[in-house]
């Protein structure tokens, strides 16, 4: 045989060989490695935008808390639902042989953070298990309940921490050996806002609310949930949109009434009620004013809103006069007058908001056109549009500065520390409103709905008013919650009126009334009527 | 016919006179030579009274043999002539003049008559061949030259004709060669066979029919003869390849032309053998190679190759899974492996 020959008959089996060789799997790897895939059915970016991952390995050896070292953390921002399944891997110790681990995921809104300050576990609590005061808002620091992240012996841990009552906070065990490599689902469902896992008692929320159940640990299969089907297809199941049913079931305004009872429809959803963190917006003017400071996620199935304030013809046609009423209306309301309540007789004011209206009355009003006072949530809701993707500041959008021609605010004998807008005084209805100013220009103060006048004209009361601690919304079920009268002792009203100033206006602008004061019944103060949609 | 005849009775006396002639001379010891040439003398009378001419030939040659005599030497031609064979006739006249003195003025004159009758009857064959210098036989006889090369002068044809004596079948050690390629030779008339031969190319045989007097002309182009060679080879059947052409296996046999040949023979697990044969035409070489066994190289071995690539090959995997780094940890979407 030839040279060549003999080297064209070795390089053929050597080149079979290496295609032999190249289709043999390769080795396992060298690591133990678990993939871990993170599902959910919140919305993204609306209520989970931020998952938030904490790793700590199961260990008695000396600095573990509570037999955990913390061994790793990372928050990543997800920026809508196709990104989930979210998926990431931990890897044992290239030393060990097995390893237990215990890993934390905490999804939820983005920005929605406290200061880190250890492990502060508050146990959820029902209205009906005790007293609002025992509801444990904030348990104090423990120096105790410390676990900090060491990297390399330096303190490595995260500064902040998800707010517990805007996340779903939810713990897995795993065990990885050397050499293999497994993959787990990891379900977080909308289900379990706010309900924080306990990371001493091994426990957490797999899918109801306030229920802690112990860890679920590695192997067990459950099936993955679809981001964005909360609270509509999954959880509440709550209707949201405003189709043609609920079109056909909206009050169209009554001819007689000028059309001042027509309704709005409200789509439901979801979103954040209460302050969002510390770098949130707000413009306190006195204590009593403020976001709650324990903000939650809400959700309102959706309900028709007045378009405008409850007029003074609706009022006389609902034929629930007042004596008390009338008594307190009895002055007229004219230029020269301090007092703007628009129900005496001595000039009709049918399409003016009605003012000087006790708080049990109005509410009466309500439910004769069978509705209710708005919730705080709800007047929150409407007001910072979060029925849509993207709330805002105020009805109109962000933007807070308002010019008197855009809403009907600082008219009258305001304080000189406000700007003001001239007479006339007292509120306005839609045909006055540009009043004495000469140029004629609509009311901006409508929300995207064009529902009108939640910022200006007057205060609205609304049928909640949440204690500043925010316990008693902390305590209830997300789901359209209320915290009336017998619960905090005093109703609240929203919004600004026609006699605050421009410099007030925020969107979490709050005015509490004890319900024992005299404030109870004032002519910058009125309402609208919500109505729930079946 | 009647003349003939009566000249042949003629004859027949004149042998008969010359016999008795012959008998009276002769002496001594020489007498029992002498007592046989007169008996064949007296054979070849008889025959030649017969006309039995071939035979009577050859009794007088052996009593010429016995004794020779320009008389019977005479006899000779005479019956030579008598058969057609005029060349030799013409032969044995000269000899019988040469001792004209003893024979009888009668024949002597009939000798030279004879002889200036021959060379009108001979016929003539003008031969030219190519290649020159081929010998030419006339039925089997070598020619010889009538004329020294002074005589007929360098560049000109050769003057020849047949020799007494027939040729065997190889060429006579005297035959003559043409040189130049172009003879003039004399022929006995009637049918002649002509050979021309030249060592190296196919002989040429002409078939001629001539008659008396006449003059033949033949250009003969010899064809070169192939060389045979035979080839054996040990072991045996060794590929042979002449010149590059494969032509069998050994042992065979195969013409090829003369020339300088370049023969080689191979076989497996075999030094090819080669070698380069000057053949020569119409000859037969025989060539036996003896193949030296190869000392096989490793290198040469496929399989060699493919250990040692399997060697290097797994030695590669082994260095690669003993080195190589780890696999690559897997951080999914989030591109990120807690504990990495």
Redesign the interface.
Known sequence: MTLVCAARRSLSLLLASAAVLGGVPSCAPSRGELLIAVYTDLPSPQLASSLRIDVYRVSGDIGSWNGLIWTDSQSFFIDSNARFPATFGLAISPDASEEDYLIRARLGPDGANRDYQGERFSPPMRRDEGSLDDVLMSPPVDAENYPRLLRNGVDGSPLHEPIPSLVVDSLRFVRIRQGERTQVTWPLAGECIGTQADLVGRRSCVNTEHELTTLVSVGEDTPPLKAGTWPQAAGPHIKTECDAAAEALRRKGTPALDGLDEEVCVPGGAFIYGRRGPDDQVIPLDALKGEPEFPQIVILPRFYVDKFEYSVGRWRASNLRSSTMELNNAKTLSPDTESACTAGNVIQRDRYPLTCVPRDFAQQLCHASGGALLTDAQWTYVATNAFAPDATLTPWGNRLEISCEGAWLSHGSAPDTFAQCGRPFGPTDETVFNGLISTPLRSVDRNGLGVLHLEGNVREIVDAMERTDGRCFLASTRLDPTCGRQETGRFGTRGSSWAAGLVSLNRRDRHAVDLDTDDEVVDTTGFRCARKSE | MKRRARRGHAYGWACLVGAAVVAIAVPGRAEDALAVARHDFDVGTAASREERWSDAVVAFEHAYAAKPHPLTAFNIGVCLRATGNLLEAEQRFHVALQSESQLPTNLVQDARDYLREIPVRLATLDLEVTPADAVVSIDGRSLGSRATDAERGAGSRALLEPKAAPTSAGLAADATAIPYGKADIRLNPGVRLVLVRKPGFEPTVLSLSIGPGATVERHVNLTQQNARLHLTSFPERAVVRIDGVDVGAAPLDIERPSGAHKVVLQQDDFEPYETTLVLSPGTRSDLHAKLTRRRVSL????????A???VV?TAT?TTY?LTRP??P????????????
Do not use: Q
């Open positions: 290198a040469s071995r496929w399989w060699f190759w493919t040692i690539g399997v090959a995997v899974v780890p696999t940890l897997d951080g999914g979407g989030l591109n990120w492996v807690a504990g990495r």
